[in-house]
Each structure stands twice: as C-alpha cells, then as structure tokens.
C-alpha cells in the first residue's frame, strides 16, 4: 500500500530566497503511476541525519504539463523544507510515493468559473489548478486572490504573470502583501473585507461554480465562513490545509482499556493489541506493519482506512465527509479504538 519509488531529481530551482521548485524524472515504467489530477500532493520519504522523514508536498505542474514538480518552501525548524532547500541537487534520487489526495480539479465539457484564495505555498496546489481550469475550455474563467509578505517571497510570482498574459482576458490576480506596498496590490492579509470585495465588487457579476482555499488554517477559516455567510454552498467551498493548529486529545484521557486489532493491507492480515489511548497509526507503524502515511498531523489523507468491524473515533477530522465517517473511514493518524476488537481495513477506501 505505501509503496515508494525511486526517483531521481531531474531539475532544482530557486523560487524565492526560501523556496525551491523540486522536479522529478518519471520512468516509461513509472508513467502510469505517477499520472495526477490538478490539485494532488505526492510524498516524499528520504534518511536525515539517521531518522525516516516524510513529508508530503502538493504538485504544482499541470498535468498536461509532462512534469513532475513541487514546490517547497523552508520553514522555521522544518527537517525536510531546510534539507530540500540546502541540499538537494539535481541527480539526488528521493523515494516518491505515488499522487494522492482529494483537493482536485477534474475538467469536463461544461464552462466553469473558479476562484482560489492563497497565501504563502497556498499557492503550489493552485497554479496547478487554475493552468488547468484555464487549458482545458477557453471559455473557463479563473480569480486568484494571493497573499504574501512581499513580491520576492512569492512563489510562482513569474508563472503567475505568464499565466495572466496568455489569459488576460480569463485570468485575474488579485495580490495582497503584508509588508510591501505595490501597485494594483492590497496591503494586508487575506481577510474578511478581502472575500467581501471580490464577491460583492470586484467579481460581483461572476457566477463562481467553486472555490478553492489554501494556506494558513486561520485564512481558510476566515474565508470559509465568509464565503458561507455570503449565500455560497458548502459543495463549491473546497480546502487544503498544510499545517493544523494543535488539538488537546481529550478523547484518549477517558480510555482505559485494550483492544484487539486486525489490520488489512495489500490482501494481507495482521493483529495485535493496543491500549486504545494510542492512535491507531501509531500503534500499527510500532507493530512494523507498512502502512501509509505522511503528515501524522490529520492534514492530509494518507493514512485513511475503513472500520469494518468494531468502532474507532477521531479526535479530530478535516479532511473526511460526514457520508465518508458514516460509511466507516477513519484517519488512522487522528483515531483511537472504542471497542474490544477492531478491523480496520486500509485497501477499501
């Protein structure tokens, strides 16, 4: 199930003082397991210093593109962002996992209208997004409003102006800069006043058929709600959340007691017995059974699993659907068993 490949390196580009675009080689072999929709993340796995460290990162080519590219922004103590930004080179060989995730655009015949919120490496699912929104009907019409410090810590800054050049009359940038003042840029951060002059000023005659948020988890909310409290469906408001902000695990405080588990991965079956104040993540991985993960932080969708005998509960979930938690799936990263016996099952999803 959390099969890597190996994969060499094929470009490194500086995007900012601190980012870099990571681009990958793809075997004839490979092609078919590497192939993405707009909007996916891939995982990549490397020894640092001694530790396996994985991180997952969302891709920021097109898929019409023929590429394999993401895009990594260094953060503050981040083990993997620092080693991509100082130490990789081209020709470096990465294990890879293949593309996942559910933060996607699919084109099909009908003329759509999508506007993106972005702040920071928001923007690496995005620029995917909007090259295919635009591609694929030219009668797609795509809003990017995009927040950051200052023009030189952007990331895709140049492919951004590329993109509204060849789609000047289909493509519209909003910028906002926190600690620059520009031309035809707001100051500030992305806020309420932000979503309120797009949908009710700037765009009010545009009729948007979805909107897809990334960035830090305080925008997306503030969006969110904004978006909501303007008339606009939960269906159309779609997000991908990087980081999370820490949630106290009261759930495994009123644990006590053990449980059996079976675990079902690659048609094979393995058991043991846990405490149920463990996640079952943590609990399967320290039992040496390979299953997948990336972020261990309930931020992305890796781990996901379905409970077919016994019950799990999730101290907190933002990625899966209520008619998804009915039908049994569970983040095995956010999840503690309830029952004496548990199955869970990680190739039914």
Known sequence: MSDFHALEVSAVEALTPNSVAL?????????????FKAGQY???????????????????SAPSSGKLTVGIKKVPDGTFSKFANESITKG????????????????NDEPKTV???????????????????LESNNTNRFVLVFGNQTPNETMYH?????????????????????????????????????????????????????????????????VSETL?????????????????????????????????????LDDEEFEFTMDQKELVLDAVLKNNIDAPYSCQGGVCSSCIAKVVEGK???????????GEVEEGLILTCQSHPTTSTIKIDYDDV
């Open 228 to 264: 909501k409290e303007q008339g606009i469906d939960d269906y159309k408001i779609l997000f991908e959340l990087f980081t999370s902000s820490e949630t106290e695990d009261e759930l495994a405080e009123n644990l006590e007691g053990k449980s059996t588990v079976k675990v079902v």
């Open 42 to 60: 891939i995982t990549l796995k490397k020894d640092i210093d001694g530790k396996d460290v994985r991180r997952a990162y969302s891709i920021s």
């Open 312 to 322: 799990a509960e999730m101290v907190k979930n933002q990625i899966l659907t209520d």
């Open 92 to 107: 470096d060989v990465l294990e890879v996992m293949a593309p996942e995730g559910r933060f996607v655009f699919e084109p």
């Open 158 to 222: 140049s492919e951004i102006q590329a993109l509204s050049k060849k789609y000047s009359d289909r493509f519209f940038v909003q910028w906002l800069f926190s600690r620059s003042s520009e031309e035809d840029a707001l100051f500030g951060r992305i806020e309420r006043s932000t979503v309120n002059l797009i949908l009710k000023n700037k765009f009010k005659d545009f009729d948007f058929d979805a909107f897809y948020l990334c960035g830090p988890e305080e925008m997306i909310t503030v």
């Open 115 to 133: 506007c993106a919120f972005a702040a920071g490496s928001g923007i690496t699912p995005i620029i995917s997004i909007a090259q295919t929104v």
């Open 23 to 35: 681009s990958f080689e793809i075997p004839t072999e490979l092609q078919s397991s590497f192939a």
